[in-house]
């Protein structure tokens, strides 16, 4: 047979070498002169552990192909095949095709320059690698198959099939190759890491991912599937332990795309990938690689992580309608404190390219912000991974936009996540993320913290800049975390704040504020957790009673703050624009705009009167405990100024007109009628002392351990 091979790398190279040694006559072209230059003086080498020769090898560059060519091959990566095409344009012999031994779905571009009748395809799953100008590996024998495009065997095609090293006929080529798209879209996503082929493929972290993607491309094809060495498209779960024995029997470790990226660093087949398939898992994994290959990042673990978190942003983070956008390859700076961490943001809260969206609909179909909020240019600037706009309540008024779903609780989905962080904390608490930013006016970090399982942090007033965030309550807003424990979230503080973490004391005194802790509205279910989690902690640490009264008596100042504040932030749209609110947010600010100023101005002295006092409440103890809410997962968040939603942030809003930092940690759990939902327990310190609250928590969290149940 008479054969011109068009691109003689891996692939190419491999076949050509085979069919050279079987005595074909074959022409080889490369656009490599050096490439070229090495096979036309040396031959053609194939090494590896399936067999090592030499075989004399004519080659050309492009410019001096024959006029004529009677069969040609194109086995140039998938973005060349365009100019391969061009090439043959008017070449080809009257009897003569081009047959593909490309990835992707190339044969239209072919048939655009040729005619769809004279191309072929083929699918080629033996791995190879180009290693030096004439030198070929051969790292394994696997699938080669034959077929036309339009389906049948035709007298060409078995021919062909006769001809080239281990290839046998199909009459349903097509079905091979997306099958091949589909094996290809996992190894696309494990090009993103460092990791081989075969250890991306078995560790159980990234089976999801690896399962999602390749689900998602076989969904688009228009053909069966076929199975082909391990892979099997009705056997999904089966195919990953397949594939690992196939891929540890090969001497190719790695990808041909992290070739590219790592080893010679030039343009990979992304492009294609994304122009071929739909489906937002293959659009982040390529996104991801643009961004490689544009130096923005490196292939690393830490991007594998990524992509495992933006599925589970779809799988789990999605049915909670916690999720606003996902980010497919956030900028981050390549190193830092922290490198790889996963963060979602509540979408108030300005990222760059992506609307504010406030919960709200006309917000959400906004213009983009211009520039990141100086916290999340803060979470770049230590490496951080800001991968997702995670949902909230209408600007964080505590009510519900009929038109936005609110976040449902991870433990039961029938219930809220709370407000109105309750998307961070949804994520937090569904194991999407470890840490997300929320914002907190009087209890919205923290109580669905308490609702969700997960710890919530509601730093020292001013401690995090709120520069770039939609304001509420401008002398009661507080950006803060919500975390899987106390170590990220004090990270993640640190990191933003440019501090370092603090070492645990060595010695740590509780306040335990009796008016809370045995406030008659607490529920049984809670009343009882957090019985049960004091009598842990007095059998760990010093404790003392103290009279937290004063803290009741200042909460007394909050409605008219909040609601006067809201009110003047939000007048000039509501007086213009009423329509974009949904009814119960509307609703709470026409009645904001009856508090007076002086009202306002009395209940911000009174709050200045009582603050000396309630400064005192920490006088001998490092740490105030108290409730975080009196119930647990509602199931619906209680608008702030109904009294469900007073009761609510009965033991939230006072630090937040103190100023003082406050965490929540889980303590238990609600077994009563609920069915089980997770119950928080809330610590405070001084204004200031952001850090040693923080330190005093990791030392409470082990204490406080609970028995874990899985999320729903």
């Given at each position: 047979m008479q054969l011109t091979i068009i691109g003689v790398g891996a692939i190419g190279g491999t076949i050509a070498a085979h069919l050279i040694r079987a005595g074909h006559d074959v022409l080889l072209c490369d656009a490599d002169p050096a490439h070229v230059e090495a096979i036309n003086r040396q031959g053609l080498s194939i090494c590896g552990p399936v067999e090592n020769f030499t075989v004399p090898a004519t080659a050309v560059l492009p410019d001096d192909l024959p006029v004529t060519v009677a069969r040609a091959a194109v086995a140039t990566k998938s973005h060349h095949t365009a100019a391969a095409a061009e090439l043959l344009r008017g070449r080809l012999a009257p009897d003569g095709y081009v047959v593909s031994f490309q990835n992707g779905l190339t044969t239209g571009t072919l048939a655009a320059a040729v005619g769809p009748e004279r191309v072929l395809a083929s699918f080629v799953n033996f791995g190879a690698d180009w290693l030096e100008p004439g030198l070929i590996m051969q790292g394994n024998i696997g699938t080669f198959r034959v077929g036309e495009p339009a389906g049948g065997l035709s007298e060409r095609v078995r021919e062909l099939a006769a001809a080239l090293p281990y290839a046998e006929p199909t009459d349903n080529i097509l079905g091979f190759l997306w099958g091949k798209e589909a094996y290809g879209a996992m190894l696309y996503a494990g090009a993103v890491s460092d990791l081989s082929i075969a250890d991306s493929l078995e560790d159980p972290k990234w089976r999801p991912l690896m399962l999602a993607i390749a689900r998602e491309v076989l969904a688009q094809a228009p053909v069966r599937p076929e199975a082909f060495d391990g892979f099997d498209p009705g056997d999904l779960e089966g195919s990953l332990a397949r594939l690992v024995a196939f891929n540890r029997g090969s001497a190719k470790s790695h990808s041909g795309i992290y070739r590219d990226l790592m080893v010679r660093k030039r343009k990979t087949e992304v492009d294609d990938l994304l122009r071929d398939l739909n489906g937002p898992l293959t659009t982040y994994a390529g996104e991801l690689i643009r961004a490689i290959e544009r130096g923005e990042r490196t292939c690393e673990v830490a991007n594998l992580e990524l992509l495992a978190a933006q599925e589970r942003a779809l799988r789990l983070g999605g049915p909670l309608n916690a999720v606003v956008a996902v980010f497919p390859a956030p900028a981050r700076q390549p190193d830092g404190p922290l490198h790889g961490v996963l963060i979602a943001v509540k979408d108030l809260i300005d990222v760059a390219g992506h609307p504010r969206g406030n919960g709200n609909p006309h917000d959400m179909a906004g213009a983009p912000a211009a520039a990141d909020a100086p916290v999340v240019a803060a979470l770049r600037a230590a490496g951080a991974d800001v991968f997702a706009?995670?949902?909230?309540?209408?600007?964080?008024?505590?009510?519900?936009?009929?038109?936005?779903?609110?976040?449902?609780?991870?433990?039961?989905?029938?219930?809220?996540?709370?407000?109105?962080?309750?998307?961070?904390?949804?994520?937090?608490?569904?194991?999407?993320?470890?840490?997300?930013?929320?914002?907190?006016?009087?209890?919205?970090?923290?109580?669905?913290?308490?609702?969700?399982?997960?710890?919530?942090?509601?730093?020292?007033?001013?401690?995090?800049?709120?520069?770039?965030?939609?304001?509420?309550?401008?002398?009661?807003?507080?950006?803060?975390?919500?975390?899987?424990?106390?170590?990220?979230?004090?990270?993640?503080?640190?990191?933003?704040?440019?501090?370092?973490?603090?070492?645990?004391?060595?010695?740590?005194?509780?306040?335990?504020?009796?008016?809370?802790?045995?406030?008659?509205?607490?529920?049984?279910?809670?009343?009882?957790?957090?019985?049960?989690?004091?009598?842990?902690?007095?059998?760990?640490?010093?404790?003392?009673?103290?009279?937290?009264?004063?803290?009741?008596?200042?909460?007394?100042?909050?409605?008219?703050?909040?609601?006067?504040?809201?009110?003047?932030?939000?007048?000039?749209?509501?007086?213009?624009?009423?329509?974009?609110?949904?009814?119960?947010?509307?609703?709470?600010?026409?009645?904001?705009?009856?508090?007076?100023?002086?009202?306002?101005?009395?209940?911000?002295?009174?709050?200045?009167?009582?603050?000396?006092?309630?400064?005192?409440?920490?006088?001998?103890?490092?740490?105030?405990?108290?409730?975080?809410?009196?119930?647990?997962?509602?199931?619906?968040?209680?608008?702030?100024?109904?009294?469900?939603?007073?009761?609510?942030?009965?033991?939230?809003?006072?630090?937040?007109?103190?100023?003082?930092?406050?965490?929540?940690?889980?303590?238990?759990?609600?077994?009563?009628?609920?069915?089980?939902?997770?119950?928080?327990?809330?610590?405070?310190?001084?204004?200031?002392?952001?850090?040693?609250?923080?330190?005093?928590?990791?030392?409470?969290?082990?204490?406080?351990?609970?028995?874990?149940?899985?999320?729903?």
């Open positions: 706009a995670a949902s909230l309540l209408e600007y964080a008024a505590g009510a519900v936009h009929p038109d936005v779903p609110e976040a449902r609780n991870p433990f039961d989905p029938g219930r809220t996540a709370g407000g109105s962080s309750g998307g961070s904390a949804a994520l937090v608490g569904a194991g999407v993320c470890p840490a997300a930013l929320g914002s907190d006016t009087g209890g919205s970090i923290r109580i669905p913290a308490h609702y969700c399982g997960v710890v919530g942090f509601k730093p020292s007033f001013g401690a995090i800049d709120v520069a770039g965030t939609q304001p509420l309550s401008p002398s009661l807003d507080h950006i803060g975390i919500l975390g899987a424990d106390v170590a990220i979230t004090a990270s993640v503080f640190a990191a933003i704040t440019d501090q370092e973490a603090g070492s645990p004391p060595t010695t740590l005194r509780l306040g335990l504020a009796r008016p809370q802790l045995d406030h008659p509205d607490i529920q049984p279910g809670v009343a009882a957790a957090l019985r049960a989690a004091l009598a842990r902690l007095a059998g760990a640490f010093p404790v003392v009673d103290v009279d937290g009264s004063v803290l009741s008596e200042i909460a007394g100042s909050f409605g008219d703050i909040i609601l006067f504040e809201a009110w003047q932030v939000h007048r000039a749209q509501v007086d213009s624009h009423p329509e974009r609110y949904g009814p119960e947010t509307l609703r709470l600010l026409r009645t904001a705009s009856h508090v007076t100023e002086d009202a306002y101005r009395a209940a911000g002295r009174r709050r200045d009167d009582l603050l000396p006092r309630a400064a005192q409440v920490y006088r001998g103890v490092d740490v105030l405990v108290t409730p975080a809410a009196p119930f647990a997962a509602p199931v619906t968040t209680p608008p702030v100024d109904t009294p469900e939603g007073e009761l609510e942030g009965l033991f939230t809003g006072v630090f937040n007109l103190t100023g003082d930092p406050a965490l929540v940690l889980p303590c238990g759990w609600d077994d009563g009628p609920n069915g089980g939902l997770p119950v928080g327990i809330q610590l405070s310190a001084p204004r200031g002392a952001d850090m040693a609250l923080l330190a005093a928590a990791s030392l409470i969290e082990p204490v406080l351990a609970f028995d874990r149940r899985q999320t729903r």
